[in-house]
């Protein structure tokens, strides 16, 4: 098995990881606790900051070339907190009904605006949508809905030559791609990148025939597309194609993200969860939750800031 355990102190729904190359710190949320983490990782000591509402995801931010702290998403909006465990200033209020959706996966793009997708938690239809929030010299923070038919927003992720742009949604079991012009943030040429079989009729658990459901999802500077499968116990490496490369079997029924960190960025980071897991999975797999690593050949792309 190549995992380690890299963070021993379990989340219950752990997400959005990021390798923080200024501070040499993995960051990321528990969304389950409402917490964002962060760790100098191998010591692992983990820092806990409860916030008002779920962290669906952070980024780090940056302004005129200097860290400034994060730009969380609650469920009722974007936030900027400028130091850790600071104030949250709002950015933009939430566009959706707090009472039943709440932000999701999210990330900054390469140039340094916010990206937010959404959960729709009735789970009976397909409400949820993918924002972008731009706040780079001084623009007005709004969100603008970039695309929409999804129930739970996933997979975020750009191309090396930010060209292409994927997104997930996760019940549907299918990952999206489209061709993404960077300086007018316009999206065409929408198309399924990789589609998964759905879960057999009468899964349960502990069960065989079922390969999980696309998640989290992180890109090394070859292009590949590595995606964490929920339910299904294994991390995938998809080609720039969508073909897979390779499988890798992880310690925990739920793997939910990754992320490249460490100082050459050839550390794959994972974050699983054990939020609602029965009793005899969790004794199965008591790494259920940690965040697990392992050394890849392959750097991944640095993770990009949010601009303001």
Known sequence: MPW????????ELGESPFWHPDEQRLYWVDIA?????????????????????EPGCIAPARTGGTNTGLVIALRGGIYRARHWGGELALL???????????FNDGKADPLGRFWAGTIYEPRDAARAQLFCLDGRDGRASVLEPKAGNATTANGLAWSP?????????????????WDWNAAGNTLSHERVFRQFAPKPAGWQPGMAGYGGRPDG???????????????????LKLSPAGE???EFAVPAQCPTMPCFGGADL?????????????AEELQRWPASGCVLSMPVEVPGLQVNFFMD
């Open 4 to 11: 380690q355990i890299a963070i021993s102190q379990p989340s």
């Open 33 to 53: 606790v409402r917490q964002v983490c962060r760790s100098t990782v191998p010591a692992g000591t983990v820092e806990r900051w409860t916030l008002p509402s």
């Open 92 to 102: 933009a209020p939430a566009l959706h009904d707090a009472a039943t959706t709440r």
């Open 161 to 177: 030559d930010a060209a292409t742009l994927y997104w997930t949604d996760t019940p549907s079991h299918a990952i999206r791609a």
């Open 217 to 235: 999802a992180a890109v090394d500077v070859q292009g590949n597309y590595y995606v964490a499968m929920y339910e299904g116990g294994r991390l």
């Open 244 to 246: 897979v490369l390779a």
């Open 266 to 278: 050839r550390t794959l980071y994972l974050t699983t969860a054990r939020q609602g897991r029965p």
